[in-house]
C-alpha cells in the first residue's frame, strides 16, 4: 500500500487549484439514470470515489466516456449516457467499497420503477444507516423490502407519485436520493427539513438543467413538480469546499500564504469564519480566496452542524490545526457517533487532545513531532497530513488509499506551494 511520507517545518506559499467538489460530483453522476440522453459533467475531480461511481454507472448500462478538461476546469469531462438500462441492481461487492453508490435508489426508481441495492453498512466514522432514504421513498409510494442485505424498491404501476415527507434529522444523502426520486413522479413531492448543502443546490440546478421542476432550491424545503421526461445537459461540478478548507488549515498550521484556486466564498461562510476565528487573515481574490497566517493560531470553539453550519467534513482538519495553537481549542461533534478517529494518531505526534464523548478538547502544544500514523478515514487521513507538515522531522501516513478518495494530486498540490511532501509507492 502507498505511503506519503512529509518533512515538516515548510510554510505554504502560492496558489493551489480547487478541484471538483467530490460530494457533489457523487449526487450529478446518477442523475444519468434519469434520462435516456447524455448527461455531460464537466471539473469532474480524478478521484478513486469517481471513477468507482462510473464503474457503478456501467453495470446498470449506462456508458461514461471521459475526455480531456476544459481550459477554464481543473477537472475532468465525463459523458454518462443511459440510453436503456440493463440492470437495476447495486451488488453488494462495489456498495461495500463506497456508500455512495445508494444515491443510485432514487434515480433508479424513478427511471425504471424497481431498484435493488446493497445496504452499504457503517463504516469507520458510524454507523450511517439509511431509514430515512427509505422514509422519504416510501412517502412517494415506494414499497420497499429489506431482504438478505438489500434494499429492494418498486415504484407501485411504475412510477412514483406525489407525497410530502419531513426529515426529522437533516440528512444530505436522503434529501439527494429524494429529490433524484422525485422529478419524474406524478404530482407533487415536498421534502421538508431538507438538506441545504452546496452539493445540494448543485444537484437541483443540474436536475433543472434537464427540465426537472424544483421551487425552493437552497432552502430547508424543496417542492418538485415531477415532469414525464428529462432531457441530457451539461453540466459543471462546483469546486470542492471542504478541500479548498482543508489546505486552508494547513496555510494556516504552517504560518504560510496560500490562495484556493477556484473555491467560492459564498458557499464556505462558516469555514472561512472559524480560520478568522484562528486568527487568518482571509480574503476573497478574482480567482478563489487567500488565506495567510503568522504566529500560533487562536483558541476556537467549534461545533459542526448541518449547512449553513460549521461542517463535519472539516471537524479533524481543524483539529490538527489548533493542536498548535496557542491555547485551549473546544470541539464538538454533532452529526456522526466517531469521528475523532484521528486523535489517537494526532497524539502519537505529540498532540494533547482530550476526548469526552461528542466533545473533543485541544490544548495547543510547543510542537510536533513527526511519527508513522495510520489512516482511518478520509478527512482523519487529511488531518495527519496537516499535522505532519508542521511536525518536526518525518511523518509516513499509511493507507493513503483514504485519502485518494476524496483529495485528488494531493501531493503534487502541496509540492507546489513547497511542502516537502512524496508518495512512497508500495508496488
Ligand atoms: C454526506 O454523507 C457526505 N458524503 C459526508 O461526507 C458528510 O460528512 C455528510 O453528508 C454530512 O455532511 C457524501 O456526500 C458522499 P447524512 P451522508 O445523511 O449523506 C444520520 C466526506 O468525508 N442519518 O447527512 O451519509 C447519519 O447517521 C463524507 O466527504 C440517519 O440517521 O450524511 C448522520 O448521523 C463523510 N438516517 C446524520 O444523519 C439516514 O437515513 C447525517 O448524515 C441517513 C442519515
Known amino acids: ?102 444515491l443510485v ?4 426508481l424513478a427511471r425504471a420503477g424497481e431498484a435493488t441495492v446493497s445496504l452499504p453498512g457503517g463504516c469507520a466514522i458510524g454507523n450511517r444507516p439509511i431509514d430515512l432514504h427509505l422514509k422519504a421513498l416510501e412517502a412517494f409510494g415506494a414499497e420497499i423490502e429489506l431482504a438478505s442485505g438489500y434494499v429492494k424498491a418498486v415504484a407501485p404501476g411504475g412510477r412514483l407519485k406525489g407525497g410530502k415527507f419531513t426529515f426529522p434529522v437533516v440528512s444530505v444523502g436522503a434529501t439527494e436520493n429524494a ?22 443546490v448543485d444537484l437541483c440546478n443540474c436536475l433543472v438543467a434537464m427540465g426537472a421542476s424544483i421551487d425552493g432550491i437552497g432552502t430547508e424545503t424543496l417542492t418538485i413538480e415531477g415532469v414525464d421526461r428529462l432531457h441530457g ?12 478548507g482543508s489546505y486552508a488549515c494547513a496555510a494556516v498550521i ?35 480566496i487567500r488565506v495567510a497566517m503568522s504566529g500560533r493560531a487562536e483558541p476556537v470553539t467549534l461545533s459542526t452542524a448541518p449547512y449553513p453550519g460549521f461542517a463535519t467534513d472539516m471537524q479533524a482538519q481543524f483539529m490538527a490545526m489548533a493542536t498548535l495553537g496557542s491555547g485551549a481549542s473546544l470541539f464538538t461533534e454533532t ?11 494526532l497524539a502519537r505526534m505529540g498532540c494533547d487532545i482530550d476526548v469526552r464523548g461528542r466533545s473533543a478538547v485541544v490544548r495547543g502544544v510547543d510542537h510536533l513531532v513527526g511519527a508513522p500514523v495510520m489512516a482511518t478515514d478520509l ?33 503534487e498540490k502541496l509540492q507546489s506551494v513547497g511542502a516537502d511532501i512524496e508518495r512512497i509507492s508500495a508496488g
Open 179 to 200: 429529490v433524484m426520486a422525485a422529478v419524474l413522479a406524478k404530482g407533487t413531492c415536498i421534502l421538508e427539513n431538507a438538506a441545504r448543502e452546496p452539493e445540494i
Open 335 to 345: 452529526i456522526f457517533e466517531n469521528r475523532y478517529m484521528h486523535v489517537p494518531e
Open 379 to 411: 478527512r482523519a487521513s487529511m488531518s495527519l497530513i496537516i499535522a505532519g507538515l508542521a511536525a518536526q522531522g518525518q511523518t509516513e501516513v499509511n493507507r493513503v488509499y483514504h485519502l485518494d478518495r476524496g483529495y485528488e494530486r494531493l501531493e
Open 105 to 108: 435508489l432514487g434515480p433508479l
Open 1 to 102: 500500500m502507498d505511503q506519503i511520507v512529509i518533512r515538516g517545518g515548510q510554510r505554504l506559499k502560492g496558489r493551489i487549484p480547487i478541484s471538483g467538489a467530490k460530494n457533489a460530483a457523487l449526487t450529478l453522476l446518477p442523475c444519468a439514470l434519469l434520462t435516456d440522453e447524455p448527461l455531460t459533467l464537466r471539473n469532474l475531480p480524478r478521484l478513486a470515489d469517481v471513477d468507482g461511481f462510473g464503474h457503478l454507472l456501467n453495470q446498470l448500462g449506462c456508458s461514461t466516456t471521459i475526455e480531456g478538461s476544459r481550459p477554464e476546469d481543473f477537472g475532468r469531462v465525463m459523458t454518462a449516457r443511459a440510453t436503456t438500462l440493463t440492470s437495476t441492481v447495486a451488488p453488494y461487492d462495489i456498495v461495500r467499497k463506497m456508500r455512495a453508490s445508494i
Open 254 to 288: 504552517t504560518e504560510g500564504d496560500v490562495e484556493l484556486v477556484g473555491a467560492q466564498a459564498n458557499e464556505m461562510d462558516a469555514t472561512l469564519a472559524a480560520l478568522r476565528q484562528a486568527g487568518a487573515t482571509v480574503e476573497e481574490t478574482k480567482t478563489g
Open 233 to 244: 445537459a451539461t453540466y459543471r461540478v462546483m469546486a470542492d469546499r471542504i478541500e479548498a
